[in-house]
């Protein structure tokens, strides 16, 4: 089994700054990416940031130049940092984690969300 836990999220004010930290644990072979997601009231779950084993990272447009997503891959670890927050970043921040817990066996794997809060 493996876990993702999360954690970071709070309230902040427009154009503060939050840090959120992704943890795996548990049986994992290799992580091939990991990533963050967000999920507002009554919109869709959106990819926020993306990286994978090699290091590539995406984001999505709207917090190109705000957000960075970087890793310690000896504790499994991901973060995202988020500068210039807007109140349009309130949302339940999720953390992925894309697991092979075998050589040929790959999982999808999701923390339990942190909320993130940002006052105008």
């Known amino acids: 089994q493996v876990q993702v836990v999360e954690s970071g999220g709070g309230l902040v004010q427009t154009g503060g700054s939050l840090r959120l930290t992704c943890a795996a644990s548990?049986?994992?072979?290799?992580?091939?990416?990991m990533g963050w997601y967000r999920q507002a009231p009554g919109k869709q779950r959106e990819l926020v940031a993306h990286?994978?084993?090699?290091?590539?990272?995406d984001y999505a447009d709207s917090v190109k130049g705000r957000f960075t997503i970087s890793r310690d891959s000896a504790k499994n670890t991901v973060y995202l940092q988020m500068n210039s927050l807007k109140p349009e970043d309130t949302a339940v921040y999720y953390c992925?984690?894309?697991?092979?817990?075998?050589?040929?066996?790959?999982?999808?794997?999701w923390g339990q969300g942190t909320q993130v809060t940002v006052s105008s």
């Open positions: 992925n984690a894309v697991v092979a817990v075998g050589a040929y066996l790959i999982n999808d794997y």
């Open positions: 548990g049986n994992i072979f290799r992580i091939n990416a």
């Open positions: 990286i994978t084993s090699s290091g590539y990272t």
